[in-house]
């Protein structure tokens, strides 16, 4: 019995090109509703698009295809209508075929359908969060086992592994509620009782090298949990199909990616917090110095989403104003990392050393040399433009596909970086810390800020007079 291949790396799908460019069929292509210049799908109807991603007796369909097409298809149906398309489609070729073939039909075809659907559930196992693609799933998966043991087999195998990554997310889910929670309850211990539990970053861990390690580890934990698909909902605003109802109805299907996002706020909050809480000046120098060090060693690390979420807390105005503390701070270490995340240009200085890192990433020895964390509001703001270009369709309705392959390209390399593994040890002390200590709110951080430094102008002291 052939095996289908297996999915390559996202690295190798797409290669520096746009895609695999030899692996469409030739200009005849054009009818059936899919529209090829030198071989490369330009445009096709949705439902040209639907049929060219079911594979058939003599073809299957290129691997680059079946990531970018069930990626970008949500712009236009749900996952579940699609699939329940696709169940249709394989349903139908096995009617058509003529009684007698359909045993030699069934031992040809299933293997490829079964291969699809790993793809699918193995790139895409979000989806299957959604009992209509779940039962869906688990008909068509049922009609190609029939009566093969081995094929049965296959199928168990591959529900198992699906149930698997799904519970997995879910108990990822809860821990982070549970953290939440936790972060939660000793708020309310520091607003009544501040000194009692409040300890400093520095006593818990007086090397900067060690934080950026640990630091990097709720990186990629996190990072790790973002479905691809996750990038592409986070901007389906409206069922295409239905004016009314927002896509997907209540169950919002970007937990995960926002759990990212509120992790970058934290840690912003966090640096500030760390910042303006010391009485004495010499102790908030000293804390501002510490940051800088975690800040140029994640840099060092490969880990752009805390290095900039440490500038930011640092920029916040409760820090930046207090002259007095920074005048005993030396700067130039700072000054540096700020010209690297400078924004100017469209981040131009960032983009080279993230490009820096994606290179290095690919010829590693190490776990370490892989490591590749990007800024993640400016990966989401660079997506989001490529979703805007997807979602118009062409003049005579068309999908554009030209568009599907830019987006894809993008998170697949995203799917690569979040897959690497940290090479850093656990420290259960540090990582306690910074997911769960309290963090100040704006108006707590310039409270603590006014009272650290004496309010300088009419602005500054009305405010104060309020706060307090």
Known sequence: QERMPQTPLFAAMFDGSSYNRNLYQSKEDNCGGLYYHDNNLLSGSLEALIRHLVPNVDYYPDRTYIFTFLLSSRLFMHPYELMAKVCHLCIEQQRLTEPGLDKNWNQKIAPKILQLLTEWTETFPYDFRDERMMRNLKELAQRIAGGDEMYRKNVQQLLQNLIRKLSTVSQYEEVLAKIDATSTDRLTVLKTKPQSIQRDIITVCNDPYALAQQLTQ??????????????????????????DKSCYGDQKKTRNLEAYVEWFNRLSYLVATEICMPVKKKHRARVIEYFIDVARECFNIGNFNSLMAIISGMNMSPVSRLKKTWAKVKTAKFDILEHQM???SNFCNYRTALRGAAQRSLTAHSSREKIVIPFFSLLIKDIYF??????????????????????????????????????????????QYLLTVP????????????????????VEKDRWKMLR
């Open 439 to 458: 963090v100040f709110s704006d108006d707590a951080l310039y409270l603590a800020s006014y009272e650290s430094e004496s309010p300088e102008n009419h």
């Open 218 to 243: 709720i990186e990629l934990e996190r990072l790790n949990y973002i479905g691809p698909e996750e990038f592409v909902q986070a901007f389906v605003q409206k069922d295409p199909l239905d004016n």
């Open 342 to 344: 400078d924004p100017s």
């Open 386 to 431: 490529l979703n805007e270009g997807c979602a118009n369709r062409l003049p005579n309705g068309h999908v554009n596909f030209e568009k599907f392959w830019e987006l894809a390209k993008q998170v697949s390399e995203f799917m690569t970086w979040k897959q690497v593994e940290c090479p850093f040890e656990r420290d259960r002390k540090i990582l």
